[in-house]
């Protein structure tokens, strides 16, 4: 077995070979029938190319809304990836997601530079500002992180957005999209790009071990340590990993409406963030995808209804009130959020087989709306 | 040369001398027990040891390095491996994703790669979850593997952590109470298995544990703490007939332990 | 556990997490006894208000109005010390962070409007129409509707979550927040309301001119308090303080935790009523999330730097941060230096030099 160990130097031992060696130790739980693979594979090519349709069949004036879902979707995931996997609640992510909005409208704007170099500055800014937060969660946590990124996040709406040489003050910044990309329907499958990007790097986290460092610290630290990870290292690449995916997400709304301006990232956004993950159930991909798409098309919805049906009780200004109700619904009956609902679907489209009694609990799904400490 | 040893380690926490002045060695393939009433200082060392606490005097070393301002993890890459008083295992995992975060250390792609999906990191994942089943085969928890930990029984959580430090490739493996939970059947079953795995895998252990007989059975050496103080050490023979550790353990007047 | 006399980055769960601190006092030492020691507990409070008056003097000498600025810092600081207190209740009583502290006095306040409007929603309110004896009798019902909310929020929301993290009780109380700005938004629209003080004009005092309306928030947080110590010292309310200490034992001698956490919730409800009556009249005008979005970081703030979980703490670290707050904006704009808004930065800076040297705050006791 050594021969096939990547790192034979440090290669452990291999206990199997203390004993007597056991043949079959790959379960049959593990294992998918030919057709099984096919039809999984041919409803998630299905899905995969109905969402790519999407933006050609929905109005024209819809288009940038898509933009939107797709950009929150990406802070959605951004989001998750503190929540959902180091337990750590932000508040902040109206600034993550506004300091890398106004740095590629700076780049973009002020110093003329290239799109691609926008984007590329943003997600550095990104990583900058949550590695910065990061330090400041290697010594608070809880609550009182919460609060310092609620801090921050009110710091960046008042005082850093309000730098007019940097931002344009209330006036704003201006952030072209890329010449390749001027058009709506262009810039929405740049942005569909941007969140299938993010939704890959989310899945090779938690597929690999720095997810399941990452993870495993959340539960407990000591533990975590006494296998051998780095606590201090692996938490700061948690926050790394979601102020990039943050600061990419900032890049590409600057360029939506083409102005970024200081109001829209008031810190009250950062709550919307939180309730579509809530919502769609912390911990999963899929379910905070769907949460930051309800939040975002909610309005629209409301507004579309009440138009067209006259016994249509609400229109789009309801929005809130309807989206908190449902976070409280959620928090209160369904912990497991849209994820929860969709586990069977969602297990199987993971090409894990229907029979095993143990729901998605630790693939897809996580613990439940509870945000460990 | 000792796998494992420390000097002189003393500890403060307030105005309570939880450890004075402990010295300690473990040679190699040894098994060695630390035994003492409750509160006597024994979860204390072994955090020493381990890194969680860092003594106020006294030096750790690990195959003579000096380990004592190293962090846990700096520690377990040394190859000294733990199990925790209460449980130390990650409760939203499964038994076997527990036995692949165990096996951090000795991941051999790096975690660009991981991140990147390149081809080997892939092949590697595939090897851990290989190397994670036999060893859960190894210890006949295997029909556990997809289990979540809350439906476990307390001596069942027990074994998987010893599962897991094991998938951990420790040089030391440290053990503190593994018996818990277990019944006598189960305690014999386990001494067997300790004295196979030092046999087979070369370890050496130190264990912490309650259990008299068991730890005379097992042991070829044995500290005893009392009040954080070294009360003896010796062969498991010259402990029996200690005056001072019968005393410690039944009161004045007792002659020696059963 | 003293594992944090180690000096390692992990030295792993030691999590800043303050235990509540039960008032000691009763205790017959001599009044000079009392004194040394309480300026030893307090050395660190001390320390921060000697800050303040050495750079108050050096502003005084550069040539600052430091006058208007102490009146500016006392009408923000009793409102931050409102709903601090608000917000310390709570936690000491539930353990809660609540978000919702804000909102549950925009609410009541919006009721105000409302009954002034007299339903007509497209109105104006006059506040020169409104009488003294109208406004106490609204700002009684507000009273009444915060504290009904509150004592709603916690037995549907809060007790349901008892078993979860403090986290989540945080998200379900921002959820709160949105809920009833939602609601306000969809029953006023965005636009900003007149809103009445109960006396306009000014007073002049010591040489310094008052506005009357902050003379009146003073004096309304300096009764609030009074009571609630007067409150403390009653039979209630010293069950209410055992059950936030230790709700099991309270239960065993027949204190409902449920019945205490609702009257400490209900407290809570009734001093953000008051908070949003008096906030909306410090401009004159209410709009949808007003507490939320002007006092509630620096109320939270003010409760951290307090010690959180200590009502006198919340108090003290309100007044403290209102004064800060004037003495950035005055310093910056006297200096002529272009900050954006000067008093919130100012906030986030005490927040992190508080959270990264002592978590415990101004009153917080060591663990």
Redesign the interface.
């Known amino acids: 077995m050594s021969a ?4 034979p130097s ?7 070979a ?2 007597t060696p ?1 043949a079959n ?3 049959q ?1 593990e294992r998918l029938t030919t057709g099984g693979v096919a039809a999984r594979t041919a409803v998630l090519a299905l899905a995969l190319g109905a969402v790519g349709v999407i933006p050609l069949l929905v109005a024209p004036l819809t288009r940038n809304l898509l933009a939107t879902t797709a950009v929150y979707g990406m802070v959605a995931l951004s989001l998750n990836v503190l929540v959902g996997y180091t337990g750590q ?1 932000s ?1 902040g992510h109206s600034a993550f997601l506004g300091v890398g909005a106004f740095g590629a409208g700076f780049v973009l704007t002020q110093l003329a530079l290239p799109w691609f170099v926008g984007v590329a500055v943003a997600v550095v800014l990104g990583v900058a500002i949550a590695a910065l937060l990061g330090i ?1 969660a ?7 992180l ?3 990124t ?3 996040a ?2 960046a709406e ?2 850093l957005f ?2 007019e040489p940097l931002t344009g003050g209330g006036a704003g910044q201006t952030a072209a999209r890329p010449a390749w990309a001027t058009g709506d329907l262009a810039y929405a499958y740049v942005c569909f790009a941007g969140l299938a990007f993010a939704w890959l ?1 989310d899945w ?2 938690t ?4 997810g ?2 990452i ?2 610290l ?15 290292r692996y938490k700061l ?1 948690a926050f790394v990993t979601s102020g990039a995916m943050a600061g990419l997400a900032g890049a590409l709304f600057a360029s939506i409406t083409e102005i970024v301006s200081p109001i829209t990232f ?3 956004l950062s ?1 919307s963030f ?2 579509m993950v ?1 919502v769609g159930g912390i911990g999963s991909r899929v379910g905070v995808v769907l949460g930051a798409a309800l939040y975002t098309a909610l309005p629209f919805i409301l507004d579309a209804g009440a138009a067209r049906y006259g016994w249509f009780p609400v229109d789009g ?9 449902l ?2 619904l959620v ?2 009956r369904f912990p497991g959020g849209l994820a929860q609902l969709f586990a069977p679907l969602i297990r199987w489209c993971s090409f894990k087989p229907m029979r ?1 009694r ?1 729901g998605a ?2 693939a897809t799904a ?2 439940g ?5 | 040369m000792s796998v494992l040893s420390a000097r002189g380690i003393s500890i403060r926490f307030g105005g309570l001398q939880a450890l004075d002045d402990v010295s300690f060695a473990v040679n190699e393939q040894e098994i060695v027990g630390l035994i003492g009433p409750n509160g006597a200082g024994k979860t204390t060392f072994f955090n020493c040891l381990t890194g969680f606490y860092a003594p106020t005097e006294g030096d750790v070393f690990v195959r003579g390095e000096r380990v004592t301002d190293l962090r846990p993890d700096q520690r377990t890459v040394r190859g000294v491996g733990r199990t925790f008083q209460h449980v130390g295992l990650v409760r939203s995992f499964t038994v076997l994703e527990n036995l692949l975060v165990a096996q951090h250390r000795n991941v051999g792609y790096g975690v660009a790669s991981g991140l990147l999906g390149l081809p080997h990191a892939r092949r590697e994942e595939r090897i851990l979850r290989r190397r994670a089943r036999t060893l859960l085969g190894e210890l006949d928890l295997l029909h556990l593997a997809d289990e979540p930990l809350d439906g476990l029984s307390y001596g069942m959580l027990k074994q998987v952590e010893v599962a897991a430090v094991l998938a951990t490739d420790p040089d030391v493996l440290m053990l503190d109470e593994p018996l818990a939970g277990l019944g006598p059947e189960e305690a014999d079953a386990f001494a067997e298995r300790l004295l196979d795995m030092r046999r087979d895998l070369g370890l050496t252990i130190v264990v912490i544990e309650h259990h008299v007989p068991f730890m005379l059975r097992i042991c070829d050496y044995v500290y005893v703490l009392n009040f954080g103080q070294l009360l003896a050490e010796g062969r498991p023979e010259e402990i029996r007939g200690n005056r001072d550790v019968a005393e410690a353990y039944l009161g004045k007047g007792a002659v020696a332990l059963a | 556990m003293s594992a944090s006399t180690t000096d390692r980055p992990a030295p792993l769960e030691a999590e800043v997490d303050v235990p509540p601190t039960g008032d000691g006092s009763g205790d017959r030492a001599g009044l000079s006894d009392r004194l040394s020691r309480s300026v030893a507990e307090h050395r660190v409070g001390l320390i921060w208000s000697g800050a303040v008056v050495v750079l108050a003097a050096a502003m005084i000498a550069a040539g600052m109005d430091v006058g208007a600025m102490l009146v500016n810092g006392l009408g923000a600081g009793a409102i931050y010390a409102m709903v601090a207190l608000g917000i310390a209740l709570v936690y000491r009583a539930t353990r809660v962070l609540n978000f919702a502290q804000g909102e549950l006095g925009t609410m009541p306040a919006f009721v105000v409007v409302l009954i002034l409007l007299g339903g007509d929603l497209d109105g104006f309110v006059d506040p020169a129409q409104v009488s003294f004896g109208q406004m106490l009798a609204l700002t009684g019902l507000a009273v009444v509707i915060g504290a009904s909310m509150a004592v709603a929020v916690n037995l549907f929301i809060i007790q349901r979550l008892a078993d979860s993290s403090p986290v989540t009780s945080l998200v379900a109380t921002a959820g709160v927040a949105l809920l009833l700005i939602g609601v306000q938004v969809v029953a006023f629209d965005l636009q900003s309301r007149t809103f009445p003080q109960f006396f306009s004009g000014s007073i002049r005092i010591l040489g310094l001119r008052f506005p009357s309306h902050t003379l009146v928030i003073a004096c309304v947080l300096a009764v609030a308090s009074v009571l609630l110590v007067g409150l403390f010292r009653t039979r209630l309310g010293v069950a209410l303080l055992a059950s936030a200490q230790d709700p099991f034992a309270a239960e065993l001698h027949g204190v409902s935790a449920k019945a205490m956490s609702s009257l400490a919730w209900g407290i809570a409800g009734g001093l953000a009523a008051l908070g949003g009556v008096l906030g909306a009249g410090v401009f004159e005008g209410i709009t949808p999330g007003l507490m939320t979005t002007t006092f509630l970081v620096h109320a939270f703030t003010a409760a951290v730097l307090g010690g959180i979980g200590s009502p006198a703490g919340a108090v003290a670290g309100g007044l403290l941060l209102g004064q800060v707050s004037a003495m950035a904006n005055t310093t910056t704009v006297g200096l002529g230096i272009s900050v954006p808004n000067a008093p919130t930065l100012a906030a986030f800076v005490v927040l992190l030099l508080v959270l990264g040297f002592r978590p415990l705050g101004l009153l917080g006791k060591e663990a």
């Open positions: 096939t160990t990547v790192r440090a290669a452990p031992r291999d206990l199997g203390a004993g056991r130790v790959e379960a739980s609640v508040l400041v290697l010594r608070v946590r809880g609550l009182y919460a609060l310092v609620l801090a921050l009110v710091f008042r005082v309000g730098i790097l090779r986290l597929a690999s071990k720095a399941r460092a993870r495993a959340r539960d407990s630290e000591r533990v975590a340590a006494s296998w051998g990870i780095d606590v201090t690449l008031s810190f009250m709550l939180l309730m809530v200004s309801a929005a809130q009130v309807i989206g908190a109700l976070l409280l928090l209160v095993s143990h609990a630790s996580g613990g709306s509870d945000v460990r400490p």
